[in-house]
């Protein structure tokens, strides 16, 4: 069987695990927390708080947005139920807009007309580590009053404009969770863009306490200041993740390359109109988060996933559109029509992508699609 993931390992994180358990330390801000967010920072010049997922990072956003009942928060409908979820807790209103179907990403020609005067927050999901079309989004969200908050979980390591994904707005929210480029289990960071959001950004991540400043030796003693919560991951998991960030272009590089020959080995089937692949547009650089075909329709989908299971290979689609789902119902209103959203999620599938996958692994993946192909 070739798996679909595999979570990435290096080989030092059992070392530097130990090394975390040596030293006494295995509480949140250890040295590993440390070398992980100023890594980050180095690399994004964005100030970077490490939590215990990106779903938290989403959720720290909302209430630094000062999310409340009533408000508007817009988002595409096709993306994980997180994106979401941080802001129904908060007791948002969930507006889905329509997608574009050559990124996947939400279509930035369809936000104006989706805000209203309750609209606080615009959330754009990065698709595959492929960028939104942020300037057009950061006018309109500057021209109406609004923060946005980029959905940048599946982006280590991706670009637009030559900028860090997740340091083009307010805040930028990332995962390390087990399926992404680098892992540390369950695990994520918030990229803080704003000066004047960083003190209360630790206030909330460190329970609604002053302790942050207090180990820098800011002030004499730490308090309770604001209502907040513990976001905080613990040091063995920035100790996992620290052997893949030592290890980070490698990283980035074999899954680029992975991606690039799955598009140059199906080109002639996207070439005769069997299949599409995401578009790149030519100024965003992409991280190799994921691979994956379009079908003609979600009939043959089906078909390519068995077909591809009953050869060993597993292949996954996601998302169900939060807005069909039960919650999505519930929390939110599609604004528009979908045009694309339903349509497009219901033809996606995704094939094995991994730190890993070995050339002979990925070579059969891509000759048991050409076979279902074959006679079609
Ligand atoms: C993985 C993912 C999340 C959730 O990340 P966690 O770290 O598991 O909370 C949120 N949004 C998107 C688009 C994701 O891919």
Redesign the pocket.
């Known amino acids: 069987m070739i798996p679909f993931n595999v979570p990435p390992f290096t080989g030092k994180e059992t070392e530097y695990i130990k090394q975390a358990i040596d030293s006494h330390k295995i509480c949140g801000d250890g040295a590993f927390t440390k070398k992980c967010s100023a890594w980050l920072g180095e690399r994004t010049g964005s100030r970077v708080l490490m939590t215990t997922?990106?779903?938290?990072a989403?959720e720290m956003s909302a209430l630094l947005c000062g999310i409340k009942e009533g408000d508007e928060v817009i988002l595409p409908s096709f993306?994980?139920a997180?994106?979401a979820d941080a802001f129904a807790i908060r007791g948002a209103t969930l507006v889905f807009t329509d997608i574009r179907p050559d990124t996947m990403n939400i279509d930035e020609k369809l936000i104006e007309q989706a805000i209203t005067d309750r609209t606080k927050v615009i959330v754009p999901?990065h698709?595959g580590g492929v960028g939104c079309e942020m300037d057009e989004i950061n006018a309109l969200a500057e021209h109406y009053g609004i923060s946005v908050v980029e959905?940048a979980?599946?982006c280590s390591q991706s670009f637009y404009k030559g900028k860090p994904l997740g340091t083009l707005s307010r805040f930028g929210c990332i995962?390390?969770?087990e399926?992404?480029n680098f892992s540390m289990g369950?695990?994520?960071a918030l990229f803080v863009n704003c000066e004047s959001d960083i003190e209360t950004a630790e206030v909330i991540r460190e329970k609604g306490t002053d302790r942050s400043r207090f180990f820098r030796g800011q002030v004499d003693k730490y308090t309770w200041q604001d209502a907040g919560s513990s976001y905080l991951p613990s040091e063995l998991c920035c100790a996992y993740l620290w052997a893949q960030l030592e290890l980070a272009d490698e990283i980035t590089a074999a899954r680029v390359k992975c991606a690039q020959t799955y598009r140059s080995e199906l080109a002639d089937l996207a070439e005769r109109g069997l299949v599409e692949f995401q578009h790149i547009p030519d100024h965003c650089t992409c991280n190799g988060h994921l691979f994956y075909i379009k079908a003609k329709d979600l009939g043959e989908r089906t078909a390519l996933i068995a077909f591809l299971k009953e050869k060993g290979v597993l292949a996954v689609f996601h998302y169900v559109p939060l807005h069909s789902a039960p919650a999505g119902k519930k929390y939110g209103r599609f604004s528009g029509r979908d045009i694309y959203t339903t349509k497009e999620s219901d033809r996606l599938v995704r094939l094995p992508m991994y730190y890993g996958l070995s050339e002979s692994d990925q070579a059969y993946v891509i000759e048991c699609v050409r076979e279902f192909y074959r006679n079609r």
């Open positions: 997922s990106c779903t938290h989403l993306t994980f997180s994106t999901v698709y959905d979980a599946q995962s390390f969770h399926t992404k369950e695990g994520g």
